[in-house]
């Protein structure tokens, strides 16, 4: 703690500077990504619709959202690790009651939450998925081929938010405000990565689906 008298201060810094400047960070880089989309625009079809863009977006989105059966054959490791994985991620994040006070705090937003020990079960799956992912990653001579080190780095910045959450809640590390610090300046990490990473994908997924899907949909043609 050489730049903070104790781990008091360290966790006040992370709660107030850090987490101000993180979210900032955040929320102007994914605007700024996602401007970058919209502006480049489509050129205008002028070509006789014979089908409903709407229509066609929804439902590449929709149909898109679950796994064909050659793409389950090629991959079923990635395919169910990866659900399992997403499924407890956003079980911790959304329904674990001190982060439903936080995001109170800041969007005023409230929804019940789930039972600590559920929760708690629910991360250590998604601590053991992202271990798997990472050796299945490493070991499979095609991902391993195919990874690059920004690949590495999502996963870690994705990781530590997990580990440090888990640590901090079990009081594994004293003092208690140094691990929640730990865990509160890893999420910062995240968020500050976030718009100029892959992770971004979570917001320009769906958008690229409705794209695809809207052209096909136009044409009349099955996406």
Not at 19 to 39: M, Q
């Amino acid at each position: 703690m050489e730049f903070f008298s104790n781990a008091n201060d360290f966790l006040m810094w992370t709660k107030g500077s850090a987490f101000t400047i993180a979210v900032s960070i955040f929320i102007v880089g994914v605007l700024v990504r996602l401007l970058e989309i919209l502006l480049l625009g489509r050129k205008t079809d002028y070509s006789e619709p014979r089908g409903t863009e709407w229509k066609g977006g929804l439902k590449n989105i929709i149909s898109r959202s679950v796994v064909d059966k050659g793409t389950f054959k090629r991959a079923p490791f990635v395919i169910v690790v990866g659900y399992i994985w997403h499924i407890a991620f956003l079980v911790v994040l959304l329904f674990f009651v001190p982060h439903i006070e936080l995001i109170k705090a800041i969007l005023g937003l409230q929804w019940p939450g789930l039972a600590t020990p559920l929760v708690d079960a629910f991360a250590v799956v998604a601590i053991v998925s992202m271990l798997a992912m990472l050796w299945h990653r490493m070991t499979h001579p095609v991902m391993k081929f195919l990874t690059t080190y920004e690949d590495y780095l999502v996963w870690l910045v994705t990781f530590l938010p997990l580990i440090t959450g888990y640590i901090a809640f079990h009081r594994m590390i004293a003092p208690y405000p140094l691990a929640l610090g730990l865990h509160i300046l890893s999420v910062e990490i995240l968020l500050i990565v976030f718009p100029f990473s892959k992770l971004m994908h979570a917001f320009t997924l769906f958008i690229a689906r409705w794209y695809t899907g809207a052209m096909m949909g136009r044409k009349g043609i099955e996406s």
